[in-house]
């Protein structure tokens, strides 16, 4: 008669299985609590968002809505910004606006957000028109752009994407 051991899996694989389990169970929680989060205060995470990224403007940049799409910039907490408007500081005199997309994606830091700060990593602009104008004067819609300090900065990326 034989006598059948059956293999049982050995004790650091089991540990090493449930280990990356929870790891996974958390990750999987932590962006879900961050997607409720998002869908819950949608409108004061847009106002500071818009405050963040007019920060360094000198102009206006209008946003007319915001989805969270979480797992296009993993580990980041990826928002994209629809109908995204930039016109500079004289644009009532010249009427010409630098940028219109239907789509702007930006990156966030989720560690930041949950501490009620905006820190962007990345942006991305998709579908967009953009007019560059400078008039007789000398004037261009492309000082919207503030200097930068000489300081050194730790920045994200910028990244054109299909523009018609």
Partial sequence: MFHYKSKTMPRWSKITLKAITILIGVVITIFLVLALYVNANNKSLLLSINKELNKNLNGQMVVGSMDPTFLKGFPSVSLRLNNV???DSLWKQHRHTLLEANQMEIA????AMITGTIQINKVSINNAKIYLFTDSNGHSNTSIFRKKNTK???????CLLDSY
Wanted: hydrophobic share 35%; proline share 7%; charged share 30%.
């Fill in 152 to 158: 050194k900065h730790k920045g994200g990326e910028i």
């Fill in 85 to 87: 408007i930039i016109k």
């Fill in 108 to 111: 966030v830091n989720p560690l």
